[in-house]
C-alpha cells in the first residue's frame, strides 16, 4: 500500500510514511552496547517506546535524477559511492524524517534523565532506519513494476562520500519544505533523527557495494570492528 | 487600489495562485535557483505577474520567496541585487492596472535553535537584510509557507523593526492541523497577531477541502479585525507525481464554505494558475465579507500549546530564587539543568503556566532571563510567565520566547507603566498589574480597585486589549493582616465584574507565619476561586493544591462529567499520614539505579551523617562497584546509566544538604564541559557530565553548539583546571580545534580532554587536547588524575 502523498516542490516526490508497529529492539539493544533482552535496557525502552512511537511522524521525500544530470556538488562520482553506483543510469535520492515532535521528546528526556535519554536516542536513531527501510521498500516496489533494478542505500558519510554533501542533497530536495528536515552549516540534521541516502537504478540486477571500512572516519575507535563484525551486520 | 484598501473588508481582495507552477511550465531546468530569474529571464516573471493581475489578482507576489542569503549562498548573487529586481518584474506588471506587490519572504532554509543550530537573533538579521533590501520596491510584506512559530516570530520583528509596511502571515499546515515542528493553529494566531502581523493565513500543504477546517480554527482563535486569507494549493499531488488534482471549477466549489467563515482574501499556492484565480474571482467578486465574530479569549501559548484562559490555570510558582538557597546558587552557577528540573518537575505536577523569576542581588539578570527562557522552551511546551520588575530583563526575555507569555508585572506608579506596557504590546504578551502604587498596598478593596482601573486604562492605552489584562489585587498575611484578607478577595471579584479582566494571586503568602501552612493554603485558594480567581500561582507539587483546583471544578460543574478529576485521581486514595517504608539502603539503590530510593536513602543518611561522608564512604564506593563491573563486562551501559542516574538524584539531595548550611560544598574540583560549536549531539557529553558529577566534580555545563569564546570565558570565570570537549561529527571537529586553541591563545593553564564518535587518540593528540577519553568512565579516571584522587 502506498503511503499517502504531501505537497512537495516539482520534480521531487514526498509522502507520509506509515508508522512502524514496534521498535526493532534487537537493534537497539546493538545500538546500547549491551546483550539482547538486557533487563536494565528493556525496562527503559518499556518506558519510552510507547512515547516515541506516539511523538513519531515518519515522513520521507525523494527524487529520481539521471546521472549526467545530477549536480556536481553531490561528488557522485568518484570514490566509494560512485563505485556502489557503477552500472546504474539513475539514482533516487531520498531524505526521510521521524519529525519535530521525536526531537521535542528526547530533548525533554535528555533534561530529565540520562539513562533514558540514551536508551531513547538508541531507539530514535533505530526507528529512523526503520523509516527509512520503509521508504526503500516502496521504492523498490515502484521500481520493480517498471522493471528496474535498484541497489541498497548508501548515505553522506559512508566511505569516503563527504557528509558536506548533505546541504545539496536536501536542497536538491528541498527537505525543509517538503519534509521539515534542516541542514545546519556543519551539515548537521534537524530534527535529528533523519536519514539521506542515495540509491542506484538500473534496467538490470544490481547490489551496489558498500565502503566497507577502508575509508571510514571511525575505523580506528569503531566497536563492530573490535568486534570483528562491521556495521552492515545486522 | 491603495494599501489601506485591502484591510478595510468591504470586498474580497484577490491574491495570486502558484509561480513554481507557472515556472515549471515555462521550462524551468530542474534544480535551477528561480530566484535568479529576476536577472536572467525578468520578463518571464512580469509575464507570469501580468496573467494573475489579468486573472484579478489585487496583489502579485514577488518572486522573492528563497531569496535569503543562506539559500543564495554560492548563486553569484546577494540578497541586495535580486530582492529589488524581482520586485520591479512584479511592478512592471502591476502599476498599469493599480495591484499592488508583495515583498514575499519564505523560510529561511535553515532550522533554528533548539532543534538547529541557527540563532534566533542571527534569522532576526537575515529576514532584516531581505526587508531593507525590499522595502522601498514594496507596497507590503507576506511572510509565507512558514512552519516554525519562532521563524514567524523572527521575520515579523524584522519586518517591523525595518519598515512600515503592513505584514501578512501565514504558516503550512498539515492534516492534524499542526505544522511540521508541531505549532499549532490558534498558537499562530495569538503570536502573530500579538507581535502585529496586519492579516493572517493560511498556504500551501493541501487543497481547500483539507484546509478547511483549519482555517475555521483560524477563524475562530483570531481576534475580530484582523483580515484572515488562505492560498491553498490545487488539491493534493497525483500520486504518479504528475501534478495535482482539482480543476479551477472544483477548487472554486470547494472554497465556498470560506465565505461563512468571514474570510478577506484568498489566492492559490501549488498547482493553481491563473485560471484558478479567475474563477474565484467571477464567483466571489462584488460580494462583502461576510463579518467574523472571531476570539475575545486570553491565548497564553507555546508553538505546541495554546492556553486559553477561560476556567482556572493553574502557574507553577518555583522557578523563583527567593528563600531557597540551591537555587541561588544554581542561578549564580548559571546552572540551567537545575531550573529545568524544577519545570519538568512542575509540568509533571499539573502546571498549566509556569512562572519563571531569576533575579538575585548580583546575578546578571537579563542575560539569566534570555538563558532560561531558551533552556526551558527547549524541553517543556508549557506558556511561561515571566517575572520580573527589570525592563531589560523583561526585555531580553520577551524577545527570545518562542509564543505568547505573560509579563508579571506591572504596577500603578507611572513609571513602571510606561516602561514595561509598550514591551508587552510590542512582543504580543498578556500583563499582570499588581494593586499597589508609590503609596504601597491600599487597605481597602476599594482603593485596590481604583489602581486596577488604572493600570488598565494604561494597558488598553498601550494596545493591549482587555481580555490580556490581568490584575493581582495582592495577597496579605494572615498572621499580620488578618482584617484585609476578605479585602484581596472583594476587590478581586469588583475587578472582574466590573472591568471583565482576568484576575491572579499568589496564594501561598496568606499562611506566612503560620503553621501548618497547606491548611490555610487550601482554604484560601478555594475561597478565591470562588470570588473569580483565574491564575492562582502555587506549587503544583504540593498534591493538596492540586486536589483544591481540581475538586474546585468538578464542584462548580466546569469539569464536565468530573472527567479531569476522575483522570488525575482515579485508582488512587487520598494522601494519609503513613509510616515510611524502609526503603533501600543508599548503595544498594545506587547500585541497583533506582532514582526515587536513592534520593530518599541519602536524605535518611543525612540524619546520621555529614554531606562528605555521604559522598565519600557511601555513594562513590558504590559507583566504583558499577564502574569495575562495566569495565570488566559484567555490567552494560544501561547499568552504569541507571546507577549514575540515581546517584544523580542522592546527590542533589546532598548538594540542598550543603546549600542550607552554607558550608563549602562535598567538591573536589571544577570542570567545565561543552559540546562544541556547530554540533547538537549531546548525549556522550551529558553522560559524562553525569558521571563526573557522580565522582564529586562540580560540572559547568555549557550545552551544546558553545563557541569557542564561551568556554574560554566560562573557564576564566570559573578558573575550572579542566575542561571536557565533545563532538560527534567530523565536521565539528575543527570547531573542536578552534576552542583549544582558544584556550591555548588566552593562555589559560586548564587541561583539555576531548571525546566522540570520531575522535582517535591520534587526532587528540594532533589538535593539541591533553588527554583522550574513550568513554564516560576514562573521562572520570583523568579527572582523578588531573585533580589527584
Given at each position: 500500500m502506498r503511503a499517502s502523498v504531501i505537497c512537495c516542490p516539482p520534480g521531487a516526490e514526498a509522502v507520509r510514511l506509515q508508522l512502524p508497529v514496534a521498535l526493532r529492539r534487537e537493534e537497539v539493544y546493538r545500538y546500547m552496547g549491551?546483550?539482547?533482552?538486557?533487563p536494565t535496557a528493556a525496562a527503559l525502552l518499556d518506558v519510552c517506546e510507547p512515547e516515541l512511537l506516539a511523538a513519531v511522524q515518519p515522513r520521507g521525500t525523494w527524487r529520481v535524477l539521471f546521472r549526467q544530470d545530477a549536480p556536481e556538488g553531490l561528488y557522485l562520482d568518484p570514490g566509494d559511492v560512485g563505485r556502489h553506483l557503477v552500472g546504474c543510469d539513475r539514482v533516487v535520492l531520498m531524505a526521510v524524517t521521524l519529525g519535530a515532535g521525536v526531537e521535542r521528546l528526547l530533548r525533554r528526556y535528555t533534561a530529565a534523565d540520562v539513562a533514558l535519554a540514551s536508551a531513547a536516542d538508541a531507539a530514535g536513531s533505530v526507528l529512523a532506519e526503520q523509516a527509512a527501510d520503509e521508504l526503500e521498500r516502496i521504492l523498490r516496489e515502484q521500481f520493480a513494476q517498471q522493471g528496474l533494478y535498484m541497489t541498497g542505500r548508501y548515505s553522506p558519510g559512508y566511505g569516503d562520500w563527504p557528509i558536506q554533501v548533505q546541504r545539496e542533497l536536501c536542497r536538491i530536495l528541498d527537505t525543509g519544505r517538503s519534509i521539515g528536515l534542516g541542514v545546519s552549516e556543519n551539515s548537521l540534521m534537524a530534527p535529528r533523527k533523519s536519514i539521506t541516502a542515495v540509491l542506484g537504478v538500473a534496467d538490470h540486477p544490481v547490489t551496489g557495494k558498500l565502503a566497507g571500512c577502508g575509508n571510514c572516519v571511525l575505523r580506528d575507535t569503531c566497536a563492530y570492528r573490535k568486534r570483528g563484525k562491521t556495521c552492515a551486520d545486522r | 487600489m491603495q494599501i489601506g484598501d485591502i484591510f478595510k473588508g468591504e470586498r474580497y481582495i484577490f491574491l495570486d495562485g502558484g509561480m513554481g507552477t507557472m515556472l515549471q511550465a515555462a521550462g524551468l531546468p530542474v534544480g535551477e535557483r528561480p530566484e535568479l530569474l529576476a536577472v536572467n529571464r525578468p520578463e518571464l516573471l512580469t509575464s507570469i505577474h501580468r496573467a494573475y493581475i489579468d486573472a484579478g489578482s489585487d496583489i502579485v507576489y514577488a518572486n522573492t520567496f528563497g531569496a535569503s542569503a543562506k539559500k543564495l549562498a554560492g548563486s553569484g548573487y546577494t540578497v541586495e541585487q535580486l530582492v529589488p529586481a524581482a520586485l520591479e518584474c512584479a511592478r512592471k506588471a502591476a502599476a498599469p492596472a493599480g495591484a499592488l506587490v508583495a515583498l514575499d519572504i519564505g523560510p529561511l532554509g535553515e532550522l533554528l535553535e533548539p532543534a538547529g543550530t541557527l540563532r534566533f537573533e542571527e534569522a532576526c538579521e537575515q529576514f532584516k537584510r531581505i526587508v531593507c533590501a525590499g522595502r522601498d520596491h514594496a507596497d507590503l510584506i507576506v511572510l509565507e509557507t512558514m512552519t516554525d512559530l519562532y521563524e514567524v516570530k523572527a521575520a515579523l520583528l524584522a519586518a517591523k523593526e525595518n519598515s512600515s509596511l503592513p505584514v501578512m502571515v501565514s504558516m503550512t499546515f498539515e492534516e492534524n492541523g499542526r505544522s511540521f515542528t508541531g505549532c499549532s493553529v490558534e498558537s499562530f494566531a495569538a503570536t502573530a497577531v500579538g507581535l502585529g502581523a496586519d492579516a493572517v493565513g493560511i498556504n500551501c500543504s493541501l487543497g481547500p477541502a483539507e484546509i478547511f477546517p483549519m482555517a475555521k480554527a483560524l477563524c475562530e482563535a483570531t481576534r475580530p479585525g484582523v483580515p484572515v486569507f488562505v492560498k491553498p494549493n490545487a488539491g493534493l499531488p497525483r500520486a504518479d507525481g504528475s501534478g495535482y488534482d482539482i480543476t479551477p471549477q472544483s477548487f472554486c466549489e470547494q472554497m465556498q464554505p470560506y465565505k461563512a467563515l468571514g474570510i478577506r482574501m484568498l489566492g492559490g499556492c501549488c498547482g493553481t494558475t491563473p485560471e484558478f484565480i479567475r474563477s474565484l474571482k467571477e464567483s466571489f467578486d462584488g460580494e462583502r465579507p461576510a463579518e467574523r465574530a472571531g476570539s475575545r479569549r486570553s491565548w497564553l501559548c507555546t508553538p505546541v500549546r495554546a492556553v486559553a484562559v477561560e476556567d482556572v490555570t493553574v502557574v507553577g510558582e518555583r522557578i523563583n530564587p527567593t528563600g531557597k538557597k540551591r537555587f541561588q546558587q544554581a542561578l549564580r552557577e548559571g546552572d540551567m539543568d537545575y531550573i529545568l528540573t524544577q519545570a519538568v518537575e512542575q509540568m509533571n505536577a499539573g502546571a498549566q503556566i509556569l512562572d519563571v523569576n531569576v533575579g538575585l542581588p548580583g546575578v546578571d539578570e537579563p542575560a539569566l532571563m534570555e538563558a532560561a527562557v531558551k533552556a526551558i522552551q527547549s524541553v517543556v511546551d508549557l506558556p511561561l510567565q515571566l517575572d520580573s520588575s527589570d525592563p531589560e530583563a523583561l526585555e531580553r526575555g520577551l524577545r527570545a520566547y518562542n509564543g505568547k507569555p505573560i509579563v508579571n508585572s506591572v504596577n500603578g506608579e507611572q513609571k513602571v507603566l510606561d516602561a514595561i506596557l509598550p514591551l508587552c504590546r510590542k512582543y504580543g504578551a498578556a500583563v499582570v498589574g499588581l494593586t499597589l502604587d508609590e503609596n504601597g498596598i491600599p487597605k481597602k478593596a476599594e482603593e485596590r480597585v481604583a489602581v486596577a482601573r488604572r493600570i488598565r486604562q494604561a494597558a488598553l492605552d498601550a494596545g493591549i486589549p482587555n481580555e490580556d489584562i490581568y490584575i493581582d489585587c495582592l495577597t496579605l498575611t494572615a498572621s499580620a493582616q488578618q482584617e484585609d484578607v476578605m479585602e484581596t478577595l472583594k476587590a478581586l471579584q469588583t475587578c472582574k465584574q466590573e472591568m471583565g479582566v482576568h484576575t491572579v494571586l499568589g496564594v501561598s503568602n496568606i499562611s506566612f507565619g503560620l503553621p501548618c501552612r497547606p491548611y490555610l493554603n487550601t482554604a484560601f485558594l478555594t475561597m478565591a476561586m470562588m470570588h473569580g480567581l483565574d491564575l492562582p500561582i502555587i506549587n503544583p507539587n504540593l498534591e493538596e493544591m492540586m486536589a483544591a483546583v481540581a475538586a474546585f471544578r468538578v464542584l462548580t460543574n466546569r469539569d464536565k462529567q468530573s472527567t479531569d478529576y476522575i483522570a488525575r485521581y482515579a485508582g488512587r486514595t487520598a494522601a494519609a499520614p503513613t509510616a515510611a517504608l524502609q526503603g533501600p539502603e543508599l548503595g544498594t539503590a545506587v547500585e541497583q539505579g533506582l532514582k526515587a530510593e536513592a534520593a530518599a536513602a541519602a536524605r535518611e543518611l543525612l540524619k546520621s551523617k555529614e554531606p562528605l561522608e555521604v559522598v565519600n564512604g557511601v555513594l562513590i564506593p558504590a559507583l566504583d562497584k558499577v564502574g569495575a563491573g562495566f569495565e570488566k563486562g559484567t555490567l552494560f551501559l544501561p547499568q552504569l546509566l541507571q546507577a549514575a542516574s540515581a546517584a544523580q538524584s542522592a546527590f542533589e539531595v546532598v548538594k540542598e544538604a550543603i546549600a542550607r548550611t552554607g558550608q563549602g560544598g562535598a567538591s573536589r574540583g571544577r570542570i567545565v564541559v561543552a559540546t562544541v560549536k556547530g554540533d547538537i549531539h549531546d548525549i556522550g557529553k551529558n553522560i559524562v557530565k553525569v558521571i563526573l558529577e557522580n565522582y564529586g566534580y562540580d560540572v559547568t555545563d555549557l550545552g551544546r553548539d558553545v563557541a569557542p569564546e564561551a568556554v574560554v570565558d566560562a573557564v576564566k570565570r570559573t578558573g575550572a583546571p579542566l575542561v571536557g570537549l565533545s563532538a560527534l561529527m567530523t565536521t565539528t571537529l575543527p570547531s573542536m580545534q578552534a576552542t583549544i586553541e582558544a584556550l591555548h591563545r588566552e593562555g589559560l593553564p586548564c587541561k583539555v580532554m576531548v571525546g566522540g564518535a570520531v575522535l582517535t587518540p591520534d587526532y587528540a593528540k594532533q589538535i593539541g587536547a591533553d588527554y583522550y577519553a574513550k568513554d564516560a568512565k576514562a573521562s572520570a579516571d583523568i579527572a582523578k588524575e588531573v585533580f589527584g584522587a
Open positions: 549491551c546483550p539482547q533482552d538486557d | -
